[in-house]
């Protein structure tokens, strides 16, 4: 019954490949995040959805697209990987519409690593 | 503009110390103060939030945090720390609204035997 769930796990890949990573709550939260953490762990969010639309998008690259279908999912689609795109990518969820005092819940991780 | 530093990436306590993680935030607004801890392999854990209300924080675990304005503080303190604290603990400050949440760069809390 894990609220926030991410697939995969952990992902290796090739520079230049095109990869992507779900995300799914089963909480009935509106708002999905997506955050990454580098190596140093440092944690910044990348994208937030509320109910499908886009709410906060910081300044990642284009490569990065962010994808919505239903409330319950946030899947982040990444082209052209690169070696600067490793570290590990949380996708988190809140109630309400997206207000910064909600508590986020986080998802396990996924693990990105490009070689 | 918001932020917070987190002083110490790395703090170790015996088992049974008092533990004490530092944060002091920078904001333009009033703000909402949050402490999450990862464990390993892990994401991350509401531990308490601030907002606005009560300036001590109760959270779980045994944990609790002070605002204090005047000194733009949210420290961490627990009084007795157990093996199973051992973890990665963030702090993280926003203005509210439909803002982002900023995180800090963790403290790493070992406990020893």
């Known amino acids: 019954d894990t609220a926030v769930s991410q697939t995969p796990k952990y992902l290796v890949t090739q520079m230049g490949n095109d990869k992507s990573i779900k995300c799914e709550q089963n909480?009935?939260?509106?708002?999905m995040y997506w955050y990454k953490q580098d190596s140093k762990k440092f944690l910044k969010i990348m994208f937030s959805?509320?109910?499908?639309?886009?709410?906060i998008n910081e300044t990642v690259p284009n490569r990065f697209s962010p994808k919505s279908p239903d409330k319950a999912h946030l899947n982040l689609h990444i082209n052209s990987l690169e070696l600067g795109d490793s570290a590990v990518y949380f996708c988190?969820?809140?109630?309400?519409?997206?207000?910064?005092?909600?508590?986020?819940?986080f998802g396990p991780g996924t693990r990105l690593l490009v070689l | 503009a918001q932020s917070v530093t987190q002083l110490g990436s790395h703090v170790s306590v015996s088992e049974g110390a008092l533990v004490l993680l530092r944060c002091n935030y920078s904001?333009?607004?009033?703000?909402?103060l949050f402490w999450y801890v990862q464990y390993p392999n892990q994401g991350l854990q509401l531990l308490l939030k601030?907002?606005?209300?009560?300036?001590l924080v109760k959270g779980i675990n045994g944990f609790e945090a002070e605002f204090k304005k005047s000194e733009t503080s949210f420290h961490l303190t627990k009084p007795s720390a157990h093996m199973s604290d051992a973890a990665e603990y963030f702090c993280?400050?926003?203005?509210?609204?439909?803002?982002?949440?900023?995180f800090g760069t963790g403290t790493k809390l070992q406990v020893i035997p």
């Open positions: 601030y907002t606005s209300a009560a300036t």
């Open positions: 909480l009935g939260h509106d708002t």
């Open positions: 988190a969820s809140s109630q309400g519409g997206g207000n910064s005092v909600e508590t986020q819940y």
């Open positions: 959805y509320n109910n499908k639309e886009l709410i």
């Open positions: 993280a400050v926003s203005p509210g609204g439909y803002q982002k949440v900023t």
């Open positions: 904001s333009s607004v009033p703000p909402y």
